[in-house]
């Protein structure tokens, strides 16, 4: 059974970063596409960015250039590194694992709120 367990997030001021780490403790880390999604109250879940095992990134259009996800197989984690957050970047964050032969993976979520 493969496990996401988050941490980092927590309460910052507009302009600040935080940076969210997610560690997998299944053995086919290297396998996956690592991804990160936030929802906030009322809101559809949507996804921030991903990585694939071979280290492609994208980002959803409101991050990009603020936002930026990087992995190391060797140690089963994927990060999120956040700069210049805004209140609108308030959610809770959760990591997301796919693998190639069908099975997906959601971490419990970390919440980061952003204050004006």
């Known amino acids: 059974q493969v496990q996401l367990v988050e941490s980092g997030g927590g309460l910052v001021q507009a302009g600040g970063s935080l940076r969210l780490s997610c560690t997998s403790s299944g053995s086919s880390f290297r396998f996956n596409t690592m991804g990160w999604y936030r929802q906030a109250p009322g809101k559809q879940r949507e996804l921030v960015a991903s990585i694939t095992r071979e280290g492609s990134t994208a980002y959803t259009g409101s991050v990009k250039d603020r936002f930026t996800i990087s992995r190391d197989n060797a140690k089963n984690t994927v990060w999120l590194q956040m700069n210049s957050l805004k209140p609108e970047d308030t959610a809770a964050y959760y990591c997301?694992?796919?693998?190639?032969?069908?099975?997906?993976?959601w971490g419990q979520g970390t919440q980061v709120t952003v204050s004006s």
């Open positions: 997301n694992a796919k693998f190639p032969w069908g099975s997906e993976y």
